[in-house]
Structures are given as structure tokens and as C-alpha cells.
């Protein structure tokens, strides 16, 4: 879902000269949502992805507050959702069926022969 919640999708332009979209946590603490710069690397990536898969529903404004002031010694009352999308290098395509990777069409390609 594309979404611009606490100001935090910036644009970026790359090497080849096409244009992406990233969600800056630097951006989230500028918000005054916690003090990101802090947190440690781990907390740090679950809460990008956090972030990026926010859609109201599943993944809340909330979730995102609460991951942003995590703090080592507090009680852990409710589980931060975690989505995990696996990139699919033959179709360049995001497989969202990680439940049933076997089952996936969207199987990783099998490694090349080297040649001698």
C-alpha cells in the first residue's frame, strides 16, 4: 500500500535516472514518533518494514508507535506485525504466498553451471 503516513516516503532518484520510493525512518523521528536514531539495527528493520506494509488494518498507525519507542526492559503485551515478501528474481515480481512457498510458482531460480 502506498501511503505518506508522518511525511515519511521520500523519493530517490537512481544511477539509471528512473525515479523510486523509500520509507525513511530519519523522517519518522523528525515526526516526533520516537527516537528511531536509537533503537538497535534489528528494531530498526522491523520497523521500516512495519512502516512500509502499514495499511490500517493489519499493519496500524499504532503498531508503528509502539515499534518506534521500543524499549529493551518493557513488557511485552502485544505482537508488532511482521510481513515477509521474498522478491522473485525470475519474474521481478513480490510473492506474497510465503505461507505456501512450496507450493509457489514463484520458486527461486535453480543456480547456474559454471562453465570451465
Request: proline share 6%.
Amino acid at each position: 500500500m502506498s501511503h505518506n503516513l508522518f511525511n515519511s516516503r521520500q523519493s530517490l532518484t537512481l544511477a539509471n535516472g528512473k525515479t523510486s520510493s523509500l520509507y525513511s525512518l530519519p523522517a519518522l523521528e523528525k515526526a516526533g514518533v520516537g527516537n528511531i536514531s536509537r533503537l538497535p539495527v534489528s528494531i530498526r528493520i522491523v520497523l521500516e518494514s512495519v512502516l512500509r506494509n502499514c495499511d490500517g488494518k493489519k499493519v496500524t498507525e499504532q503498531h508503528i508507535r509502539e515499534l518506534a519507542n521500543w524499549k529493551p526492559n518493557a513488557d511485552r503485551t502485544q505482537e508488532i506485525p511482521f510481513i515477509v515478501r521474498v522478491s522473485c528474481c525470475k519474474t521481478s515480481r513480490v510473492c506474497h504466498c510465503w505461507r505456501t512457498w512450496p507450493q509457489c510458482a514463484m520458486q527461486p531460480l535453480k543456480p547456474a553451471k559454471i562453465r570451465k
